[in-house]
């Protein structure tokens, strides 16, 4: 499985951008897709998934209404729309795949798959 992040940049607070992975190597038909963030000395975090064939989604509280996550079967590809980007959302995301197991989607256990990361730079 590999999975291609991409559409990071720089922006200012209040701009929008989106991230894209692009996924190969298998069927997600079982699968969670998700995208986490790793801030500057800070530990990784979970910030949305989408269960791939039902598009179930979840998020964390600080990102709920202002990131979409999405995905496109036909193109192997999930999205990470960001809108009203704040400083604190300045990261190296990344895209995560794992089979639905019974772990909480918030976990970094629950992935088998790691994309490479993009990063987020949002100034004031």
């Known amino acids: 499985v590999q999975l291609q992040a991409c559409g990071g940049g720089l922006v200012q607070a209040g701009d929008c951008l989106r991230l894209?992975?692009?996924?190969?190597?298998?069927?997600?038909?079982?699968?969670?897709m998700a995208w986490f963030r790793q801030a500057p000395g800070k530990e990784r975090e979970f910030v949305a998934s989408?269960?791939?064939?039902?598009?179930?989604?979840y998020y964390t509280d600080s990102v709920k209404g202002r990131f979409t996550i999405s995905r496109d079967v036909a193109k192997n590809t999930m999205y990470l729309q960001m809108n009203s980007l704040k400083p604190e959302d300045t990261a190296v995301y990344y895209c995560?795949?794992?089979?639905?197991?019974?772990?909480?989607?918030?976990?970094?256990?629950?992935?088998?798959?790691w994309g490479q990361g993009t990063l987020v730079t949002v100034s004031s």
């Open positions: 995560a795949a794992g089979p639905i197991r019974t772990i909480d989607y918030d976990a970094r256990r629950a992935y088998d798959y």
């Open positions: 894209s992975c692009a996924a190969s190597g298998r069927t997600f038909n079982s699968y969670v």
């Open positions: 989408v269960t791939w064939s039902g598009g179930s989604t």
